[in-house]
């Protein structure tokens, strides 16, 4: 249980995955991660379903423990955290002004600061099991910043958004570096929107198979045998 | 007609409704219904056990109820069990095991009903204490783990990960669930203390709508409150038992609640 665990060691980064790994039910779900964040870096895990890019997300959330390896986080680290899904009961009622204040509490004028952001002010009284996925996304977005981050994670946070809309929300997170200088982690399949802005990009396959500059990575054999295989197997399936 | 045992009763049973309220909500939001119960069915073994030895029946019983709930934790983290049939395996077997022992306590034996169903007769001055002292314990001990009990309903990852502490904050829940049983035993009885958590928050689930947790809380408060009332006067009049009388009165009042208030509100205007 968590709160039988040792404080972890402070570092210099924000967070800091040292040949971190994840073993479930006797497989590994990934291996060998060496990453570290620093503030106002955005850095993307690529890579394709089940390569672990949720799972190294969480360990640098502190969600699951590492097997082997280890994981440190700068002392009074402030996170925040996007999931790739949430599922919201109708038997609590909820609306997006209270979801705004779930795990900390806001001024009125933070909460309708950030979802002007977002475009969601004219929302703010509704429940949130009437949101469509794409509002919903930019809820938990305006949600997450709204709490002034040290570190943002962000899994699939452009899913069930359009085209337009995808460029926008990451305009926002883009934005949202330059403005908290906080570090960002995000989990995409969306390439081509999310490289451009990428300090980093890292490509999951079970373990890194490769990193850099989002233009190397493009460039690279490994990130193109990845994708490659994962369309030829898409095809064949 | 307010006899010193009915009035000790009616103040045992409003203090028991204004914590049952919200701790009932948080039990709704998370599907925890069969637990309360099973938890509440373990009661009697807890009873059975202070009557053998001769102990304080009120802490053996929330003795018995937390190590049976952190008992249930505990194995339904083994993927063999469905979590249901688990419950199902222990509530009955729990229940049984607490009459078996009783029934080897003849001296025991026509009381059985009262720890079952309830009875206003059976509250002492000292459990109007426990009530009162439990149930705002209960309430302090929930208003200050609100936040990260409605952020663990939502998402157990997001509430660890923004540092809510979500299984601290369940075993603390456990607690107080326990204790709840524990202090409302005697007015409501072990078959029916789930009943008294559940309806007034299902009540107040269909008044509040688009609203927030802490709305819906209050409102199961009040609901709970409301039936205590109606359903000890009711009992008292009617010679019938606590427990059963104040559910039935919670009861009505989730009837009521399904009439859809709205739509009679439109349909009128068209007329």
């Keep these: 249980m968590s709160f039988f665990s040792t404080v972890p060691l402070s570092t210099r980064y924000l967070v800091s995955l040292c040949n971190a790994g994840v073993k479930k039910d006797g497989h590994w779900l990934v291996r060998h991660i060496d990453l570290d964040i620093s503030d106002g870096e955005i850095i993307t895990l690529i890579g394709p379903n089940g390569s672990g890019k949720s799972t190294t997300a969480k360990m640098a959330l502190n969600i699951l423990a590492p097997t082997e390896g280890q994981v440190t986080w700068r002392r009074r680290l402030k996170v925040s955290y996007v999931p790739q899904k949430l599922h919201f009961d109708r038997a609590m009622p909820l609306n997006v002004a209270r979801l705004m204040e779930l795990t900390s509490p806001l001024d009125r004028t933070a909460i309708d600061t950030a979802l002007q952001a977002v475009g969601m002010q004219h929302m703010r009284d509704a429940e949130v099991t009437t949101l469509s996925g794409g509002e919903l996304q930019r809820v938990l977005f305006a949600r997450a910043s709204a709490r002034n981050p040290d570190l943002l994670v962000l899994d699939e946070p452009l899913q069930g958004i359009d085209c337009s809309g995808k460029r926008a929300l990451f305009q926002l997170i883009n934005e949202c570096r330059h403005r908290f200088n906080c570090g960002i982690m995000l989990v995409s399949h969306d390439l081509h929107i999310v490289m451009d802005a990428s300090d980093r990009v890292l490509c999951l396959d079970g373990h890194i198979c490769c990193s850099g500059k989002p233009h190397e990575v493009a460039r690279s054999k490994e990130y193109a045998a990845l994708f490659e295989d994962n369309r030829n197997s898409v095809r064949n399936a | ?271």
Aim: net charge positive; aromatic share 10%; proline share 4%.
């Design chain 2, 1 to 271: 007609m307010l006899d010193d045992f009915f009035l000790r009763a009616l103040i045992g049973c409003v203090g028991m409704a204004l914590a049952a309220g919200p701790l009932g909500c948080i039990i709704v939001w998370q599907r925890l219904a069969y637990f309360g119960d099973t938890i509440a069915h373990s009661a009697l073994l807890g009873v059975a056990i202070a009557f053998i030895f001769n102990i304080n029946m009120t802490l053996t019983v929330f003795t018995i109820t937390l190590i049976l709930s952190f008992t249930l934790v505990f194995l339904q983290k083994q993927p063999s069990l469905s979590g249901d049939s688990l419950l199902g395996v222990l509530s009955h077997s729990s229940l049984s095991i607490g009459l078996v022992i009783l029934s080897f306590l003849p001296w025991v034996r026509q009381d059985l009903v009262v720890y079952l169903f309830g009875d206003v007769l059976a509250v002492s001055k000292y459990d109007i204490f426990f009530i009162w002292a439990g149930g705002t314990l209960i309430l302090l001990l929930l208003i200050k783990l609100w936040r990260p009990l409605i952020a663990s309903t939502v998402s157990a990852d997001l509430a660890k990960a923004e540092e809510l502490h979500p299984q601290s904050t369940k075993v603390i829940f456990m607690l107080l669930l326990a204790m709840i049983i524990a202090i409302t035993m005697k007015i409501v009885g072990i078959l029916l203390v789930t009943a008294l958590l559940i309806l007034p928050a299902a009540t107040a689930r269909r008044l509040s709508i688009s609203s927030t947790p802490e709305r819906m809380a209050v409102l199961a408060a009040l609901t709970g409150t409301i039936s205590a009332f109606g359903g000890l006067y009711f009992s008292a009049w009617a010679n019938t038992p606590s427990g059963p009388s104040v559910v039935l009165f919670a009861f009505v009042l989730f009837i009521i609640s399904l009439i859809p208030l709205n739509r009679l509100a439109t349909a009128k205007r068209k007329n």
